[in-house]
């Protein structure tokens, strides 16, 4: 099935600094959101977006909807080893059923 | 709000043998939907019910592949004569209108 372009795969970094990661689609979408997964659970939901151009804050994670509605970026800031999992991206149209297409996830890991 | 819950949480069977896998969704929300995930992908879509009806089905869910969700409350995914490329993990997500996905903790499936 359609999966969404998401960069980087995966990244290690050290406790403090900052993080970004963008999902790009070859289709447009009405809705974006960003979930994280730690493992053997399910994923949970971060950020939703729900227009162009709209920036979105949740604590330390700040989320963006591209204008051009193919694209989203996260970032997070200051980061701490709790921020360890795999993120997720996911694109959502209205109408039909309103599948909800997933990217293939950055894995996070952070060095304290 | 008990969140969404599936069972079992992990299940092992031998090939060629059915397995059945239970969600009980968030209790107001009208829409479920069952997502599989593969190590290192994001989750897939499979199939999507609107209260009692079956709307969607993934060209992923092959003959072997049955869901029900008779009340329109919790709902059911049986495979039949499963095959060492059914090991996934089977993950429930329910919501209410619009709303984003909530994921359950999902059922991993080990097919030996």
């Known amino acids: 099935g359609q999966q969404l372009n998401q960069s980087p795969q995966s990244m290690f970094i050290q406790e403090g600094e900052d993080v970004s990661m963008n999902c790009t689609s070859s289709s447009i979408f009405n809705t974006w959101l960003w979930y994280k997964q730690d493992p053997g659970e399910g994923p949970v939901l971060l950020i939703a977006l729900y227009k162009a151009g709209e920036l979105t804050s949740n604590g330390r994670l700040t989320a963006q909807f591209g204008i051009t509605r193919k694209d989203s970026f996260l970032n997070i800031s200051a980061s701490i080893p709790s921020d360890v999992g795999i993120y997720f991206c996911?694109?959502?149209?209205?109408?039909?059923?309103?599948?909800?297409?997933f990217g293939i996830g950055t894995k996070l890991q952070v060095i304290p | 709000d008990t969140g969404v819950s599936q069972d079992p949480r992990h299940k092992i069977t031998k090939r060629g043998q059915n397995v059945t896998f239970r969600c009980d969704p968030i209790s107001e929300h009208n829409r479920l939907y069952w997502y599989r995930q593969t190590l290192g992908q994001g989750p897939e879509f499979l199939t999507y019910f609107q209260n009692e009806a079956q709307l969607e089905k993934s060209r992923l869910l092959s003959d072997r592949f049955s869901a029900e969700r008779p009340k329109g409350s919790f709902s059911t995914l049986e495979i039949q004569r499963t095959e060492q490329g059914d090991s996934a993990m089977y993950l429930c997500a329910s919501r209410e209108g619009n709303s984003p996905l909530h994921f359950g903790n999902g059922t991993r499936l080990t097919v030996t």
């Open positions: 996911a694109g959502q149209n209205s109408g039909g059923y309103q599948k909800v297409t």
